[in-house]
């Protein structure tokens, strides 16, 4: 079932935790909320929930008004942060009980209830802990077990809020890559909060990008990282270097660069920054060509397959430079040596004109 | 240098010799006493004493206060731990503060309060007495003394544990469709049930033996509105000790009940670790398939 927000604003007291958000979600879509914490994510997800009531806009479900719709008749699952599995039931319980409240013409048989509660541990594969108590459970059982209750009432669509937030890396790895498994299996439209943008791009379809109460961008996993839309994505999505500088009649000085930037003809001055991942600088030892600027290494670190390299540049910022091994190897360079640095793509994003008032968020 | 994490084995000896002594003297003997004293006539004076017809109407009007006293707080308990604790509303600190109030004032001023607002002299003295209804040294004052001095009990013991409990396993019931009622009794009740019953056996240990805010209210008419803490007190000024000290080994009797359901519920609600949910990972996790 496909979800539509339209122009939802939250606020709690004077914090606006959502504004002005609209946003699409298609019928058996993988869906992730991605931004920092006090983004607005986790009131978005609530909001389509019905646990959170918006102060104005739309929730739709399927193009019909579900804004003003309790969420116990929304037929909506939802995985607690924290699990919130009912703590004084056993596993089994806590899975039937979406069965057991319903009201009596409709509740299934107790022989109906057992079979299909089982089958649904059985999917997560915790049947053999049916008769355990939540307190008994490992993180990532708690989880699956969550996520088994969640599904047991047949719901129209899946929210997960920060599904793998509190495990520890092993275990959410695998427990990633299980959930995209069993949503290609299942194919119900599912949304999930993260604010680890690995995370989202590896599971989700598309991704999300909220920021102070607004998205950001949307688009797939791919479009995100390879052409952010805002400097904020692009801070978000991993380490950067930043350059500040401006732009004024198609060219932009950054920093040490110097660039055409043809997207700004105009004689108006602007502020801009420019943004460079760690691995789109080669390091050279000369300066043959001159697109690029002397900065001095400061450390060295293997990781893997490539060396980070610190240095410094002239005007005293830190700069964050990834190499190949084998590069490193060849070039062999010096702590303390000058180094130069040319970048291969530079993306180049002009500063918000003004900065509304009163917008700093606030973690929830 | 290391610090040792236990103390010398004679200080442990003598920091327990002080608690046990001090528990000896200022409990246990008094205790002792209170049975000693009753049974020296023997134990058909002792029976005497207890089965005397105001010593039973004084019993039978101490159950029956703590019988309405401890329902109605458990009632106005549960609504106001569940107001405060999950909802934020203005006036919640203020609801908090006069929680508190029974236990912050003496008793005694409590009872001469509700003197001054039901009494022949007091502001609903007139119109009640217009309308024939006795408030004063009559049942109803002693049972809303007893009720305002057990105001509390309950209300304390829940708002830390549904705070610590917090909304999470609330909502997950409502989103899995359970109606306000279902979600109450399925799981906002199952959770707080151990705190509950404390509450309640406190409760019920004060409202049984309630003495100030009591003793002002009720005008000790003789098998009328004497409560067992009330007529211990009558029969000791008139020097029946024997008598006194059989009547107050029942209520010794109802305390001593009162501890040892509490130690089981203390015991049951660590059993089933009704508290804090973090423990070790027990389960191992089966190879896939």
Redesign the interface.
């Known amino acids: 079932m496909s979800i539509e927000v339209r122009g939802v604003t939250k606020t709690f007291g004077t914090f606006t935790a959502v504004n002005e958000v609209s946003l699409t979600v298609p019928d058996g879509e993988l869906v992730a909320l991605l931004g920092p914490s006090g983004s607005g994510k986790t009131s978005l997800l609530r909001i389509i929930?019905?646990?959170e009531r918006p102060d104005r806009g739309q929730v739709l479900f399927e193009g019909q008004d579900a804004t003003r719709r309790?969420?116990?008749?929304?037929?909506?699952?939802?995985v607690?942060q924290?699990y919130?599995?009912?703590?004084?039931l056993s596993v089994f319980e806590n899975v039937a009980?979406?069965l057991r409240?319903?009201p009596r013409d409709t509740r299934p048989s107790e022989a109906v209830i057992r079979e299909k509660v089982m089958s649904l541990l059985r999917m997560v594969?915790l049947d053999?802990?049916a008769d355990?108590?939540?307190?008994?459970?490992?993180?990532?059982?708690r989880q699956r077990v969550a996520l088994a209750?969640?599904l047991?009432?047949e719901p129209r669509v899946l929210l997960l809020d920060e599904p793998f937030g509190s495990l520890d890396a092993k275990v959410r790895q695998e427990l990633r890559r299980w959930l995209r498994r069993l949503h290609d299996e299942i194919r119900l439209t599912s949304v999930f909060v993260t604010h680890d943008q690995e995370e989202a791009l590896e599971v989700a379809d598309r991704v999300v990008v909220m920021n102070q109460g607004r998205i950001e961008q949307t688009g797939s996993p791919d479009e995100i990282f390879d052409h952010p839309a805002t400097s904020f994505v692009i801070s978000f999505m991993g380490n950067v270097n930043v350059f500040h500088g401006r732009v004024q009649n198609g060219k932009a000085h950054l920093g040490p660069l110097a660039l055409d930037y043809p997207e700004h003809p105009h004689a108006e001055e602007r502020a801009a920054a420019g943004f460079t991942r760690p691995y789109d600088l080669d390091v050279e030892r000369t300066a043959d060509a001159k697109d690029g600027f002397w900065a001095t290494l400061r450390h060295a670190t293997p990781a893997g397959a490539v060396v980070r390299l610190q240095l410094v540049g002239d005007d005293g910022s830190l700069l964050q430079v990834e190499i190949p091994r084998d590069r490193h190897e060849a070039l062999r360079p010096q702590l303390g040596e000058r180094l130069y640095l040319r970048p291969r793509q530079v993306r180049v994003f002009l500063d918000p004109i003004e900065a509304p008032a009163g917008q700093t968020p606030r973690p929830r | 240098m290391a610090r040792p994490t236990t103390e010398p084995l004679a200080v442990r000896v003598l920091l327990i010799a002080v608690a046990l002594a001090f528990l000896a003297l200022f409990l246990v003997m008094p205790l002792a006493i209170v049975f000693q004293q009753a049974l020296e006539k023997g134990f058909g004076a002792y029976l005497a004493a207890v089965r005397e017809p105001n010593a039973l109407a004084a019993l039978r009007l101490t159950l029956l206060t703590a019988a309405i006293a401890v329902p109605a707080n458990l009632l106005f308990g549960l609504a106001a731990s569940w107001a405060i604790a999950r909802f934020e509303f203005s006036g919640r600190s203020v609801l908090l503060t006069l929680i508190d109030l029974p236990f912050a004032i003496s008793p005694v001023i409590s009872g001469v309060v509700f003197i001054l607002l039901f009494g022949r002299q007091g502001w609903l003295g007139p119109w009640l007495d217009a309308h024939d209804v006795k408030v004063v040294f009559a049942v109803p004052g002693i049972v809303l003394a007893t009720v305002f001095v057990t105001f509390p009990f309950v209300a304390r013991e829940l708002i830390p544990v549904m705070q610590a409990q917090g909304r999470d396993e609330e909502e997950a019931a409502v989103v899995l469709g359970a109606s306000g009622w279902q979600v109450f009794w399925r799981v906002t009740l199952p959770n707080v049930k151990w705190g509950l019953l404390y509450g309640v056996i406190l409760c019920n240990a004060r409202a049984m033996g309630e003495f100030g805010a009591v003793s002002v209210v009720s005008g000790h008419i003789r098998g009328l509105t004497n409560t067992l803490p009330l007529h211990v007190e009558i029969l000791y000024n008139e020097y029946q000790f024997q008598a006194a000290f059989a009547v107050a080994s029942l209520l010794a009797l109802l305390a001593l009940v009162t501890l040892v359901v509490r130690s089981v519920v203390e015991w049951r609600e660590k059993a089933t670790g009704g508290g804090s949910v973090e423990e070790p990972e027990l389960a191992r996790e089966r190879p896939a398939a």
Request: net charge positive.
């Open positions: 929930a019905g646990l309790d969420a116990r008749e929304r037929r909506v699952g939802f607690f924290h919130a599995l009912f703590r004084h009980f979406g409240v319903r594969q053999w802990l355990r108590l939540p307190s008994q459970l490992s993180g990532g059982q209750r969640a047991a009432v």
